[in-house]
Structure formats: structure tokens, C-alpha cells
């Protein structure tokens, strides 16, 4: 009659051992492995399989974006193999077909029916007011950051976590300091990482209007692109084209009009649109035609 | 019928003086606060992953209550052999199964209200609303849904012998129909007959528990269900409790009980 | 004197999984009759069959053939049960209770109006003598005590026929002499006691008629003298009747 209390009991005791220890053992893990923190508790306790965790909270942090919408292993999720999230945020290119709004298929019968009224069956995002439609809760994006937080620390080696969840930290939620020291981290854990590089200058440009801190970490960032050997190169095209035509950007508004153009000119190798870039290396081109004749009349 | 309430009313003060309760209740204040003092990126309004746990660990701990108190019901009767002088009184037996279903299904409906009130306290914490109605509509389908458990763990403390066997039983059947109920049709078409009948049958004939679970709509404070679709489901509830408790009853008739 | 426990070719064969080799036959035809206001003993070697009677007698355990009834009333109406009290052997009664509540419950069963449920509960505690530990939980209980809690909850309807299974089982002297003055004031009360014993000596001296059952069946019934008749004592005429010979005894 009493098992189940004397097990709730051991459980119990079990627990409290289990705190007790991790928060014995955790700084001398920490003096072992180096300076790496946060990581190392799932490290032990979970092994490689963490990254399967990572992975899953990555996408629940999408189906919290979705106010809970959204197809399990049984639906077809056509329209959901890229995170909609970062898709958002410009951190993958979309790679989905299918309706977002019928997953579910046409109505199989009557349980399949009747048992719709019970879940969220609207396609809403949160950064569009979720299900109730009320713009004014647009902020709620935050929702999604715990989960996303909980990716990083188990997979801290994935940039994309990190890219993804600054770039809603800064966009939506308007805290930038969160988003620089989160960066950070990622940064520590993937010093090779140019999406994180180039996520750390747009916010250095965007939001802190920092020109000489954002070259210098987009320049870095394409060091590292360039690092990379051609395989790798050729998969990962569309972020060197946003570093570099970011680059562009800056030194076009710094007045360094032929460094822009070099850049533009990095960037047509790999752009899938290369003659868009064209126009822009044309109208540069026009603007110094513009300026030249004038400079010289200021000599005199 | 007052007969019945006299063995619902011994089940109930079982479960309030025994510690289970109190302990699964703790665990998930514990948890839940801990989870709350969390910080994440400074920003103390984040409320929606908290609730998933709440709502998670309250799920968890009401199948654990509602199946390890149904299940040991009747066979520790018999073991102890309180049966006896029980049904030696001009109690009939199937007044003792439905007691005894009462007794646990009013039991679970307590620890529920204390459960969803932290919750509601939890959520109002984080997010400064008290919708009522929506946490009414899915404490009441949590209700029913345990009711359909209760049910479900009488008529299987009555087929199998051991308490244990039939708790791990019943865990394994009503976590089944939550995870893949909904979906036992897509299953089946990806079988070959006579394999794919029977998975249909069963689709057909399962309670679909997954009805009662409207979790994922209060986390994310969508609007409420329409009352005729809950009246519908819980109407569908009550007849699988029925259909169990009589099933209980035609087993429970002709069994010796020494 | 009418009939209130009667019994007519009562046969009960038990199937039990763990006995392989199919059926196990607990009583064959048995006729029994106890009459209002007798106290009877209802005698027997351990696996005789007492037990068995018992069970059919309270509709526990259906018979194979022949019929039971109480008060005139087949025992498979629940019924049959609303004027007797039962006290099976070896119970634990819910330990989470206290003897009061436990009272309390039982009587709810019977339907007993709330005043007249306080009034019967402080009698029968009284009784039993446990009025101290009424609101104790009974899992503090000792054995005796909790025999005693056996016996409230037997009478708390007042019920006009009593079946007790070994009474007095594990109780010591003391506890067995309780027992014992209790069964004798019911009698005096003008309740009808069936009551099953393999403790001869108490039977001898509460006892009005008795019955010896062996092996399923109906050996010898009677007044104690009737049975004691020629024999020493009861205890002898027992031993005799279920066939054991004392002088080829080791
Ligand atoms: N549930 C049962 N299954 C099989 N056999 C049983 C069962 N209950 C009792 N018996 C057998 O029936 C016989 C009579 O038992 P019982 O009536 O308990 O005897 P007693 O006179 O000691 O009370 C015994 O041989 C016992 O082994
Ligand atoms: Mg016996």
C-alpha cells in the first residue's frame, strides 16, 4: 500500500541529490573543460543526442511562432520544412511548397472532423497579432525566445540559433544589448562563424549606426567565407552576397564609392541575380561620373 | 445512489489523506518556480513556455493520480479483504464499481482545481489576465478525459491481476491513444490488410482522448471553443465512461470474490 | 421455531487457475437450519468447508447447485442482507479511517438516519470497549482491537442475525472471553448467532445447537448434548465423528 508514496519519496530524495551534486560538480567542470559554459552539464548528461533536443526545441520555438499551429510527423508538412521563423529573418532561403493553411488535408472523417475544433487549426504568425488578430500584442514574438535559448545551450555549436534569435531580440523585441551579448556567445562557440559575424554588423550598423565596427566585423566575415573550401563555398552562396552587398551599402553611404563597387563586383560571382546588381554598380558608376568633374574645381 | 456516494466519499478521503497528492503537487510548484526564476534576455513578461510546463507536469501528475488511485481500488479491497463485510451489506456490486468510479473521478476533480488554480495564478503572474473561461473549458475536458481513465483502470483492475501490470497497462494504452490516436487512420493506410482493418477498427473504437487536450489553446490564448463542440465532446465522454463502468460491472458480476 | 438460515443440497466446486487439475469440490449437498434466537456452532477441522458456507451465504460466492436463504429470501438478493451482520475472518478494515468513521460509512450503507447512526455508533463503541481510541486511525490498531472494530461494524444495524467467521481466531484469553460475553448478550437480546469454531470449549459454553462439518460435508447436528451424548466430552465426540481414533493416535 505504500510503495507509491516510498517511490514519490526515493524520487524525491533522487532529485534533490541529483541538484545537490550538479551544483557541487558544475564549477569543477567547468575548471576542466576550459571556459566553455552553459554547454557542458547537457554535454554529460545527454551526449551527441543533445543536438536531437536542440533541433526539436528549435522547432517548437517555430510552432510557438505559430501560435501552436503546426503539422506533426503524421501531417503533411510540406509547407513547413524550413523554419518560418528564420525564413523570416533571412537566415535560409524557403524551401516550402505545399498550402501552409491545409496541412491538415481535407477532412477524413468524422472523429478527424470533429476533433479539429480542439486544436489550433489557423495558420497565424505572432508578429501579426497570432489568433486573435490583435496587432497590438505584435511584441508577443518574445514567446519564442525560451525555446530558442534552450537550442543554443544544448547545440551551441549551430550559428543559426543564434542569428535567428538576435535577429528577434533586436528586430522585434528592441533590445540590443541582449541581442550583442548573445552574439557574443555564439561567437565564443563558433569563432568561425560568418552569420554570426555578419548578424553582430548589422546590429552594430542598424542599430548602434557603428560604420567602422560593422566593416571591420563584415570584412571578417567574408575572411572567414573565403576560408571555406569550394564545396562549401558553392552551398553557401546567399550569405556572402548579403555580406558583401551589405558592404556595399556602407562604404556607397561612406563616400567610398570604388570600394563599393568592389564589393558589388564579389558579390556578382555568386548572386543568382546579377544584373540586379549591375544597375546598382551602373548608378554608383553614374554618381562618380557626377562627382569627378566637380572635385577637381575645388582644387582651384 | 446514496450508497454510492458513501463508497465515493471513503475513495475521497483515501486520496486526501495519503501524501501522493501532495507530493506531485509540490513537485510541480517546485519545478514550475524554478522554471519562472529562469531569466531570459532580461525580459519578465516571457509566459507561454512556462505554461506548456505547467500545463505538461499537470497532465502527467493528474494520469499518475488518476490511474495509481483507480487502480489499486479493488484489488486492495480484496487483499485486505475490506470486500467483505462491504458486500455483505445491501450494497449491490455494481453500486461498489460505480462508487468506487465517483469516488476517484471526484478525487481527480479536486487535485485538478487545485492544479489549475496555481496555473491561473502562474499565468496571471506572467501575463496579467484571468481568462476564466478559457481555463474552465479545459479543466472541465481535462476532467472528462480522466473520467474516461478512471473508467478505462476499474474495468482493468477487475481483467488483471495485479495492480502494477494493470497501471502499466493502462499508462501504455492512454499514452498511445494521446500520442497516436488522432492519427491511427493515416497509419493504417500505409498497412497491408488484415492489418489495416483492425488499425481502422481501433480508430473508430478507441475514446480519442486527444480531444480533451486543449493545452496548445490556452497556452497560446486562442479564442474559446465553441460551448456546443465541448458539450458534444463531453457528452461522447460520458458515454465511453458508461460503456467501461458497465463493462466493469458485467466482469465484476459472476466473479467469486474470497 | 421458523427457519432463518437455511440451506438445501448446497454444493460448491471451486475452479481455480493455479489447481491444474481442473475443479476442487469446497462442500457436497450440504442441508443446514438454524432457527430465530438460537445461538449455533457451526463446527469443522480447518478446510472443511465453514468458510464456504459462509460465502454463500452472503451471496460472495454463487453455488454449483442447491440453494441458500435468510429470512426466507434467496441469498443472491442483496436483500436477503439487509438484517444481518457479518464479521469475516482475518479483515483489515481501510486504515486510513477511524473506527468511527468506518462506522459511520456502513452505516450510510444500511441507511440509517444521522441521529440514530451517533446513537448506534456511541453504543456499539461502548460495546466493544474502544470508545478511547474512536477517533485514532484503525492502521494503529492491534489485532484484538481491530477484531473488535470487526464486531461493531457487524451490529451496526442492529441486524437480527449474526455470522461470524472464527470469532475469536488470534485473539488471547482476554480477548476471546470479550468475544465470548459479547455473542452471549446478543443472545440475550434475542439475536440469532450462526457461528463457525474449531475452539471447542467456547462452543460448549455458548452454544445452543452446533453442526460438524468434515470435508464438504454434514457429519453430525444437534443440541451439545445431543452430540456429546455418550463421549467424555465434545471435544472427544468431535474427534470421533471426523474420524480420527484416538487410541491408534501417535
Ligand atoms: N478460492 C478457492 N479456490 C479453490 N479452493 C478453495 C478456495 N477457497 C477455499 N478452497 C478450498 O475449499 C475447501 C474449504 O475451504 P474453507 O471453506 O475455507 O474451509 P474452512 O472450514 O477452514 O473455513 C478447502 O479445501 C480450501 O482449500
Ligand atoms: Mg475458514
Keep these: 500500500m505504500n510503495s507509491p508514496r516510498i517511490i514519490f519519496l526515493l524520487l524525491l530524495a533522487l532529485l534533490v541529490f541529483c541538484f545537490g551534486l550538479a551544483a557541487q560538480l558544475s564549477p569543477q567542470f567547468q575548471s576542466w573543460r576550459g571556459s566553455r559554459s552553459g554547454g557542458d552539464i547537457f554535454n554529460v548528461v545527454l551526449g551527441d543526442s543533445r543536438r536531437m533536443f536542440a533541433q526539436s526545441f528549435y522547432v517548437k520555438a517555430d510552432a510557438y511562432y505559430h501560435s501552436g499551429y503546426y503539422p506533426t510527423m503524421f501531417d503533411n508538412k510540406e509547407a513547413f520544412q524550413t523554419q518560418h521563423m528564420a525564413e523570416d529573418t533571412g537566415a535560409v532561403n524557403s524551401n516550402n511548397h505545399g498550402d501552409e493553411e491545409s496541412f491538415l488535408g481535407p477532412k477524413r472523417n468524422w472523429i478527424d472532423a470533429f476533433g479539429r475544433h480542439f486544436f489550433p487549426d489557423r495558420h497565424t504568425h505572432l508578429d501579426e497579432g497570432g489568433p486573435t488578430d490583435d496587432l497590438s500584442g505584435s511584441e508577443n514574438v518574445r514567446e519564442i525566445l525560451p525555446w530558442l535559448k534552450l537550442s543554443a545551450d544544448l547545440d551551441p555549436d549551430n550559428p543559426q540559433t543564434y542569428t535567428v534569435t538576435a535577429y528577434w531580440l533586436r528586430e522585434r523585441m528592441h533590445k540590443v544589448a541582449e541581442a550583442d551579448v548573445f552574439l557574443h556567445e555564439g561567437l565564443r562557440n563558433n569563432p568561425d562563424s560568418y552569420d554570426i559575424l555578419f548578424e553582430l554588423g548589422r546590429l552594430y550598423d542598424e542599430s548602434y549606426h557603428d560604420t567602422a565596427r560593422a566593416r571591420n566585423v563584415w570584412e571578417e566575415a567574408v575572411r572567414k567565407w573565403m576560408k571555406l573550401d569550394a564545396d562549401a563555398q558553392s552551398d553557401n552562396k546567399l550569405v556572402f552576397e548579403q555580406i558583401t552587398t551589405h558592404l556595399a551599402q556602407l562604404e556607397e553611404n561612406a563616400g567610398n564609392l570604388p570600394r563599393a563597387i568592389d564589393w558589388l563586383h564579389a558579390a556578382q560571382k555568386v548572386s543568382l541575380t546579377p544584373d540586379v546588381l549591375q544597375k546598382r554598380i551602373d548608378d554608383i558608376q553614374k554618381k562618380m561620373a557626377a562627382l569627378i568633374p566637380v572635385a577637381p574645381a575645388k582644387l582651384y | ?258 | 421455531m421458523t427457519a432463518i438460515l437455511q440451506t438445501q443440497k448446497l454444493r460448491v466446486e471451486y475452479r481455480s487457475r493455479e489447481m491444474r487439475q481442473g475443479i476442487k469440490v469446497a462442500l457436497l449437498g450440504l442441508d443446514l437450519e438454524v432457527r430465530a434466537g438460537e445461538v449455533f456452532g457451526f463446527l469443522g477441522p480447518n478446510g472443511a468447508g465453514k468458510t464456504t458456507t459462509m460465502n454463500v451465504l452472503l451471496g460472495f460466492v454463487p453455488p454449483t447447485s442447491g440453494a441458500a436463504s435468510l429470512f426466507g429470501i434467496d441469498v443472491r438478493q442483496p436483500i436477503a442482507r439487509q438484517r444481518i451482520g457479518y464479521l469475516p475472518e482475518l479483515t483489515y478494515y481501510y486504515k486510513f479511517l477511524t473506527a468511527e468513521e468506518l462506522l459511520r460509512f456502513y452505516a450510510k450503507i444500511f441507511g440509517l438516519a444521522r441521529g440514530e447512526t451517533d446513537k448506534r455508533i456511541a453504543e456499539l463503541l461502548k460495546l466493544v470497549e474502544l470508545e478511547h481510541a474512536a477517533k485514532r486511525p484503525i492502521k494503529s490498531y492491534s489485532k484484538g482491537m481491530q477484531q473488535r472494530v470487526g464486531l461493531a461494524q457487524a451490529l451496526i444495524n442492529n441486524p437480527d442475525l449474526l455470522i461470524l467467521d472464527e470469532p475469536t481466531s488470534g485473539l488471547d484469553p482476554l480477548g476471546r472471553m470479550k468475544v465470548r460475553e459479547i455473542i452471549q448478550r446478543l443472545k440475550h437480546d434475542g439475536k440469532t448467532v450462526f457461528f463457525s469454531s474449531h475452539e471447542l470449549g467456547e462452543v460448549e459454553t455458548v452454544c445452543d445447537r452446533v453442526a460438524i462439518i468434515h470435508q464438504g460435508e454434514l457429519k453430525a447436528i444437534g443440541g451439545v448434548h445431543e452430540i456429546t451424548g455418550k463421549h467424555a466430552s465434545l471435544e472427544k465426540a468431535f474427534l470421533e465423528i471426523i474420524g480420527f481414533n484416538s487410541s491408534t493416535a501417535p
Design chain 2, 1 to 258: 445512489m446514496k450508497n454510492i456516494f458513501a463508497v465515493a466519499g471513503v475513495v475521497i478521503k483515501e486520496l486526501y489523506r495519503r501524501k501522493d497528492f501532495y507530493v506531485l503537487f509540490i513537485i510541480t510548484v517546485l519545478i514550475c518556480l524554478v522554471m519562472a526564476s529562469v531569466n531570459i534576455f532580461n525580459d519578465p513578461k516571457i509566459a507561454r513556455y512556462l505554461k506548456e510546463i505547467c500545463l505538461l507536469l499537470v497532465w502527467i501528475s493528474s494520469l499518475v493520480i488518476a490511474i495509481t488511485t483507480t487502480a489499486r481500488q479493488i484489488p486492495a479491497e480484496r487483499e485486505n479483504r475490506t470486500l467483505l463485510p462491504l458486500l455483505a451489506k445491501p450494497l449491490t456490486r455494481p453500486q461498489l464499481i460505480f462508487g468506487k468510479f465517483f469516488g476517484c473521478w471526484f478525487a481527480c476533480g479536486l487535485a485538478l482545481l487545485c492544479f489549475y488554480i496555481f496555473f491561473g495564478a502562474l499565468a496571471a503572474a506572467r501575463e496579467h489576465q484571468w481568462p476564466l473561461l478559457d481555463y474552465f473549458q479545459a479543466a472541465v475536458m481535462h476532467w472528462f478525459m480522466l473520467g474516461i481513465v478512471v473508467a478505462m483502470t476499474l474495468l482493468g483492475s477487475l481483467v488483471f491481476a495485479a495492480p502494477s501490470s494493470n497501471s502499466t497497462i493502462c499508462f501504455v494504452i492512454i499514452g498511445g491513444i494521446l500520442f497516436v490516436g488522432r492519427h491511427l487512420d493515416q497509419v493504417a493506410t500505409s498497412m497491408h490488410e488484415p492489418l489495416r482493418a483492425i488499425v481502422n477498427a481501433l480508430y473508430f473504437t478507441i475514446p480519442h482522448l486527444e480531444f480533451y487536450d486543449l493545452r496548445d489553446l490556452i497556452i497560446h490564448n486562442w479564442p474559446l471553443i465553441e460551448w456546443k463542440y465541448i458539450v458534444l465532446a463531453l457528452l461522447y465522454a460520458t458515454a465511453y465512461i458508461f460503456a467501461f463502468l458497465l463493462g466493469a460491472c458485467l466482469v465484476f458480476r459472476r466473479k467469486p470474490v474470497n
